[in-house]
Nanobody, 125 residues
Framework: QVQLVESGGGLVQPGGALRLSCAAS????????MCWFRQAPGKEREFVAT???????YYVGSVKGRFTISRDNTKNMVYLQMDSLKPEDTAVYFC???????????????????WGQGTQVTVSS
């Protein structure tokens, strides 16, 4: 079965940086679109970034220029480099995968088939 495991979350001061990792197994990784969503307490899960099988990338406007999504197909890994972190970035970050032909908008959670359990990111002084 498909398994996605996130790591790299933690507590960081405003202006700091973190790198999240997602290890994927049980799917043809090189053919899958990968993504990151986040969810703050009391809010719905929000699209953050996605990277396609052709390495095209898209970001939500609030993180553009600060976050970078990347993938390493030799390791079945996807990453989210987060720089210049703000308190409003505090959330649980989830890794997702679209293993089949994706349908709908890139930012639509229903586009993606599988999800990890998330990793907590807290930005606070």
């Amino acid at each position: 079965q498909v398994q996605l495991v996130e790591s790299g979350g933690g507590l960081v001061q405003p202006g700091g940086a973190l790198r999240l990792s997602c290890a994927a197994s049980g799917l043809t990784f090189s053919a899958a679109a990968m993504c990151w969503f986040r969810q703050a307490p009391g809010k719905e899960r929000e699209f953050v970034a996605t990277i396609g099988w052709r390495f095209d990338t898209y970001y939500v406007g609030s993180v553009k220029g600060r976050f970078t999504i990347s993938r390493d197909n030799t390791k079945n890994m996807v990453y989210l480099q987060m720089d210049s972190l703000k308190p409003e970035d505090t959330a649980v970050y989830f890794c997702g995968a679209a293993a089949n032909q994706p349908m709908g908008a890139l930012s639509d959670r229903r586009r993606y088939d599988y999800w990890g359990q998330g990793t907590q990111v807290t930005v606070s002084s």
